[in-house]
């Protein structure tokens, strides 16, 4: 039945011309858009970050040491506000920066599953030591996160959501993802812009390489058509094994020889050091040679 009654003055609309059933969907959409629309609590800023996520389908090959010294490199060294978002529920992110994390923030879990927040990622950070470097602290119930993210309507999108305001603060937010395909890493990469893929000599490795290469691609088809690869950085690269060294290599330049980059982190026993002692590697071993490559690779990041 068509809508007739007159509008009350509470809820009259601003153009008496318009039919009422019309000025009722407008309502209805105004309504709507309340809830899509970022509220007053998050003010715009005036920044547009570049979202990198450091994927990789294998443990143990050096993205949360990348993560961690990257973003600090960007902080320090380019004077870019930086956002670190520890996407593994194993929080070595918060383990790695132990002794220059802040107490404060929030749980990132509650910003992923509550379908009543309007928090954003911006809600649950805390500063670091590291001027212009922020975080996201350990949150013990991120592993359970990812069954519930599964059951949420756009489940691949939640972490992107809770950025579109969050990215207006920052230059860069670069996320380290779990070692694996689960909803949590999903979300990451549908969030990039550009994905960081960590490879140690290994043969396995290079499995993971192909495994997140696949991803990329399917989710570049379907949900994200704006990410794109911004390389493959060898770490771990043992200067007295180079027979494995360049084994390794070659397959990976043979496959994706345009995305390697000019960058690589070598073995330094000082990035092991410097997470025991809870401290990026600029703080821990300023003049080591894993600084300098890390330093290489924000340098690279930002003339891109
Ligand atoms: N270039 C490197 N040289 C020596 N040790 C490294 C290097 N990169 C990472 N490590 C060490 O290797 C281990 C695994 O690194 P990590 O960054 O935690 O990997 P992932 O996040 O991929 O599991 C850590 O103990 C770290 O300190
Ligand atoms: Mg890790």
Do not use: W
């Not at 547009?48 to 990789?56: K, L, P, R």
């Not at 992107?160 to 380290?176: G, S």
């Not at 989710?219 to 950085?233: K, Q, Y």
């Amino acid at each position: 039945m068509r809508y007739t009654a007159r509008p009350s003055a509470h809820f009259a609309h601003p153009l008496p011309n318009i039919a009422p059933d019309v000025a009722m969907r407008n309502l209805l959409k105004a309504g709507i858009r309340r809830f899509v629309t970022p509220d007053s609590r998050h003010p715009i800023g005036d920044k547009h970050a570049t979202v990198i996520a450091v994927s990789v389908q294998k443990g143990g090959v050096g993205k949360t040491t990348t993560t961690v010294n990257l973003a600090s490199a960007l902080a320090r060294h380019h004077d870019k506000r930086v956002l670190l978002i520890d996407l593994d529920p194993q929080g070595h992110v918060t383990t790695a920066l132990s002794a220059q994390v802040r107490p404060g923030g929030g749980a990132l879990s509650r910003v992923l599953t509550d379908e009543q927040t309007t928090d954003e990622v911006m809600d649950v950070v805390t500063a670091t030591d590291i001027p212009n470097l922020s975080v996201t602290p350990f949150d013990a119930n991120l592993g359970s996160a990812e069954d519930l993210m599964g059951t949420r309507i756009g489940k691949e999108f939640l972490l992107r959501d809770a950025l579109r305001v969050t990215r207006t603060h920052y230059d860069f937010i670069v996320i380290d993802c779990p070692p694996n395909l689960g909803n949590l890493t999903l979300n990451g990469l549908c969030a990039a812009d550009q994905v960081l893929i960590p490879c140690d000599p290994s043969p396995l490795a290079v499995k993971g390489v192909d495994a997140v290469v696949q991803t990329i691609t399917r989710i570049a088809s379907r949900l994200n058509p704006d990410i794109d690869v911004l390389g493959i950085l060898m770490t771990r690269v043992d200067g007295r094994n180079r027979k494995l060294n360049d084994t390794v290599t070659d397959k990976i330049r043979e496959t994706y020889g345009d995305v390697m980059l000019p960058v690589s982190i070598g073995i330094d026993t000082q990035l092991a050091k410097a997470q025991v002692d809870g401290q990026d590697i600029f703080t821990f071993a300023p003049t080591s040679r894993a600084a300098k490559q890390y330093r290489e690779l924000a340098d690279l990041i930002v003339a891109s």
